[in-house]
């Protein structure tokens, strides 16, 4: 996994509830059995204004001119702000593939989905909370300014924007690790194999009607 | 000993070791797996050299993006029309025959969605901990299970090491009391409570269903409820143990049987909240007052009663949310203020993981019985959620009661509840669905779903607009 340190980039506006993970990548680029390519099809159906199908070229689909990521000031954006309740909604790891895919390394809202919040980690992709009048605030900034650019700093868990203020995140001592080192978290969990194994034998003579049944 | 709720009780037997920071390896008991968010898993583990920990604690199955027509289904995986949809059921066939895993194939009679499979197989159990990477796996935790959706690489994770990371959730109680009213199903239940509590409502928190409706409620029924915990914002939903789990698990094919069945349910029946354990968050509702429910927007809070109109976006104060229902209301093609009942369909899907078991079928049959599907309706169709249900509704003659009033019975897997197959609605078209999402494109391109029950799509698919099934002659 890529590591995530300081982060300084275009903030784009995503603005409104409970973008659902259909929204951000549709159930039809789900077919395909690679990790990669998702990036152009990110919010498929708001971006462009055909049905996108699997397989195809995006280049020459209509563009929705009113879509805010189609506006030449967000090109190259990184950091995704956004409301409440971001990433609900279906467990495809998917959406935040597609969100890295496009360039996104970084959302903020007031609140995401359990599952979606998860499965960023696993990315290298940080989803940061702050609360409705921040996250209000920064909106306001971002409408304001071409290029608005917001600072990430993971190790101090701070957002800054260009005006100075700083705004702290919190995020899981454990999650923070992996992402500031790029840690694969299977590697970590095999380093305690020998407490694997030690809960399944037990198990195995409390409860051995969940072993070796299916097979 | 401090009492405990059935969530803390599963969380505590399944703890392989605690964090300092609050994280944990919890062990997994059982892992379904399916077609659409497993092949990067597999590819992972290839990559990285690593085999499955323990193959026998994995059961897979293709289901979402399977066509249900008898004339594809013929010829299994090659007579898939799609070619993109071939190549991922192909690579699950493939991803299972390679690491030695037990596959239901495509026309294997015992294929299905797999929140149905699971539990109708025995191969979910009380007091097991149960993943898929799918969010609706929480329908397992109506066994008194603790099961959650997961996202791929924690698919991968759980493969290679028979844990996964997690944090201990907080613990929410959704009580309903009382009695349901005839014609009010659970799915009616399910989403008064996320009408009630909101899509986040339940972030952050393991949900249990308590109370006298749950205690009454068949075992389908409260997997129908906690099919849809995820839709109010929680990642498990549960309810605990008592004789109806037990009697809904004995005899199923991977339940243990003999010496082992006394003492697995001798074991089963501590999976119960304490009395006086703590809930972090107590929601009440009065099963008398819940009334058969229709989903008017675009996201499953979007809902109200079958007597109600379409909210009106001009009484709601929040403008975020104001701005929602705007925008629910264009997408949807209604007017404020509306009657739910003058919504017209275009077609009726009665199937999904919410709503696809053998009571569900029954009930829809109930009422198209001796009628004939409204001839505005375009398309109504029945899939059963695995072959095992298909076989007893047609062993019921209930097919025939389908195909008597026009309506189709299909082949089973997840079909148009989201439309990975070739079951899709067209732009604009409004769906009377029994699924569980009402996302914009759900179903189909500028597709609109309307989420109700199976009786009440039934009705929808006679009347060819919301009828209020509890009335409906």
Request: proline share 4%; hydrophobic share 40%.
């Amino acid at each position: 996994m890529k590591s995530f340190t300081v982060l300084q980039g275009v903030a784009a506006p995503m603005d409104r509830a409970n973008v659902d993970t259909d929204m951000i990548i549709p159930k039809q680029f789900l077919k395909s059995i690679k990790r990669t390519g998702f990036g152009k099809n990110l919010f498929d159906e708001l971006r462009y204004l055909d049905e996108g199908k699997p397989d195809q070229s995006c280049e020459g689909r209509p563009i929705n001119p009113d879509f805010p990521l189609n506006f030449p000031r967000y090109k190259g954006a990184t950091v995704l702000l956004s409301r409440e309740n971001f990433g609900c909604g279906s467990s495809r790891e998917h959406a935040p593939w597609a969100l890295d895919d496009y360039g996104f390394r970084s959302v903020i809202a007031p609140s995401f989905a359990d599952i979606f919040y998860n499965n960023c980690f696993k990315n290298g992709l940080l989803p940061i909370v702050l609360s409705d009048e921040i996250v209000d605030s920064l909106f306001n900034e971002m409408y304001a300014a071409e290029g608005y650019q917001l600072t990430i700093e993971l190790s101090a868990q701070v957002v800054k924007t260009p005006g100075g203020e700083s705004f702290a995140f919190d995020v899981d001592e454990f999650r923070k690790h992996c992402l500031l080192n790029g840690l694969d978290d299977i590697g970590l969990t095999l380093e305690h194999a020998d407490a694997i194994r030690a809960y399944e034998a037990k198990k195995r003579v409390e409860a051995p009607w969940l072993f070796d049944v299916v097979k | 000993m401090a009492a405990k709720t059935l969530y803390d009780k599963l969380w505590d037997a399944h703890l392989v070791q605690q964090r300092d920071d609050g994280s944990a390896l919890i062990y997994i008991d059982r892992h379904i797996v399916h077609e659409v968010t497993s092949p990067q898993a597999f590819d992972g583990l290839r990559l990285a050299g690593r085999k499955p920990w323990r193959v026998d604690s994995i059961l897979a199955t293709p289901d979402h993006n399977v066509p249900t027509t008898q004339k594809e289904r013929a010829h299994g995986v090659a007579g898939i029309e799609d070619p993109v949809s071939l190549i991922q059921v192909q690579t699950l066939d493939d991803n299972c025959d390679e690491f030695g895993i037990v596959e239901f194939k495509i026309n294997d009679h015992r294929q299905g969605i797999v929140h149905v499979v699971g539990p109708e197989t025995g191969a979910c159990l009380p007091g097991m901990t149960v993943v898929c990477g799918d969010s609706h796996t929480a329908t397992n935790g109506a066994l008194g299970a603790l099961a959650h959706g997961i996202g791929t690489s924690e698919v991968e994770h759980v493969m290679a090491t028979q844990c996964l990371v997690a944090k201990k959730m907080k613990n929410m109680l959704i009580k309903v009391d009382g009695k349901l009213g005839l014609g009010v199903t659970p799915k009616d239940v399910v989403l008064a409570i996320i009408a009630k509590i909101g899509t986040a409502g339940g972030t952050g928190y393991a949900m249990e269903f308590g109370g006298q409706v749950f205690r009454d409620m068949s075992m389908e029924g409260r997997m129908t409820v906690c099919n849809m915990a995820i839709e109010a914002g929680a990642r498990a939903g549960m309810v605990a143990v008592d004789q109806t789990t037990i009697d809904y698990v004995n005899g199923r094919t991977y339940a243990p049987k003999g010496d082992l069945w006394d003492r697995a349910v001798a074991d089963w029946r501590n999976y119960v909240s304490d009395d006086g354990a703590h809930f972090d968050a107590v929601v009440e509702l009065n099963g008398a007052e819940i009334k058969p429910q229709v989903s008017w927007g675009t996201s499953p809070e979007m809902v109200v009663s079958v007597e109600d109109k379409v909210p009106d976006p001009a009484q709601e104060t929040d403008p975020v949310k104001r701005e929602g229902m705007l925008r629910a209301l264009q997408y949807m093609g209604l007017q404020a203020n509306q009657p739910i009942t003058s919504i017209h369909v275009d077609r009726v899907f009665i199937g999904s993981c919410t709503n696809s078991r053998i009571e569900d079928i029954r009930a829809a049959a109930e009422v198209v019985k001796g009628r004939t599907k409204a001839s505005s309706v375009k398309e109504a169709i029945v899939v059963p959620g695995s072959g095992a249900v298909k076989a007893q509704a047609e062993a019921e003659g209930l097919d025939k009661i389908f195909i008597a009033a026009g309506l189709e019975w299909r082949e089973p897997g997840c079909s148009m509840c989201l439309a990975m197959n070739a079951d899709k609605l067209d732009n604009g078209e409004h769906c009377a669905s029994t699924s569980n999402r009402n996302f914009e494109g759900r179903q189909g391109y500028g597709g609109r779903t309307h989420l109700v029950s199976p009786a009440m799509a039934a009705a929808a698919a006679i009347a060819g607009h919301f009828v209020d099934v509890r009335t409906f002659n």
